[in-house]
T-cell receptor
Framework: QKEVEQNSGPLSVPEGAIASLNCTYSDRGSQSFFWYRQYSGKSPELIMSIYSNGDKEDGRFTAQLNKASQYVSLLIRDSQPSDSATYLC?????????????FGKGTKLSVIP | DAGITQSPRHKVTETGTPVTLRCHQTENHRYMYWYRQDPGHGLRLIHY???????DKGEVSDGYSVSRSKTEDFLLTLESATSSQTSVYFC???????????FGDGTRLSIL
């Protein structure tokens, strides 16, 4: 059973601060990693993909990947109240012919105005 | 937005009745997935498809069956619904196994 661990939160940060969301995964062979944002009552929405070790930046979002430590993180700079949501980490499963993602249970982020 | 339509969006039914949920895509993606999402459990994979008539079980497949007779449609059937199947069901699609999945708006299913 593949495991994906995220701090459930809630993580509260003041508006304008940096929010740091962390994720560890058990599948050592995972090669693809995705972050989704899910507003209450809505479907998950892809916000970041990362495939290589290091940092990947997209606007206010930065994904960081360390495959050796089996760790992936998401930084949100200049946090806004509209960033308040649950963030899901989803590594891709390894193995030939595997087409699945394993989702963490999510970290709930609250940005305080 | 990815062209994914789930129907119905809401359904209330009784224990023991059959239920079919439909996922329709206009993206011509090969891979389609059905998840359920419950408080405390997160998103869990029920079944997935990697082509027409090609399907496989996920983590929580008991009590569910699927069919895919056309690239664009993926059906999820609860043969005899139970209260434990009350959940929010999401369909997702993907170009390939190593690419991100994109989700439909979900179906909220209540079984009384």
């Amino acid at each position: 059973q593949k495991e994906v661990e995220q701090n459930s939160g809630p993580l509260s940060v003041p508006e304008g601060a940096i929010a740091s969301l962390n994720c560890t995964y058990s599948d050592r062979g995972s090669q693809s990693f995705f972050w989704y944002r899910q507003y209450s009552g809505k479907s998950p929405e892809l916000i970041m993909s990362i495939y290589s070790n290091g940092d990947k930046e997209d606007g206010r979002f930065t994904a960081q990947l360390n495959k050796a430590s089996q760790y992936v993180s998401l930084l949100i700079r200049d946090s806004q109240p509209s960033d308040s949501a649950t963030y899901l980490c989803a590594p891709g499963d390894s193995g030939a012919g595997s087409y699945q993602l394993t989702f963490g249970k999510g970290t709930k982020l609250s940005v305080i105005p | 937005d990815a062209g994914i339509t789930q129907s119905p969006r809401h359904k209330v039914t009784e224990t023991g009745t059959p239920v079919t949920l439909r996922c329709h895509q206009t993206e011509n993606h090969r891979y389609m997935y059905w998840y359920r999402q419950d408080p405390g459990h997160g998103l869990r994979l029920i079944h997935y498809s990697y082509g027409v008539k090609d399907t496989d079980k996920g983590e929580v497949s008991d009590g569910y069956s699927v069919s895919r007779s056309k690239t664009e449609d993926f059906l999820l059937t609860l043969e005899s619904a139970t209260s434990s199947q009350t959940s929010v069901y999401f369909c997702a699609i993907s170009v390939s196994g190593n690419q991100p999945q994109h989700f439909g708006d979900g179906t909220r299913l209540s079984i009384l």
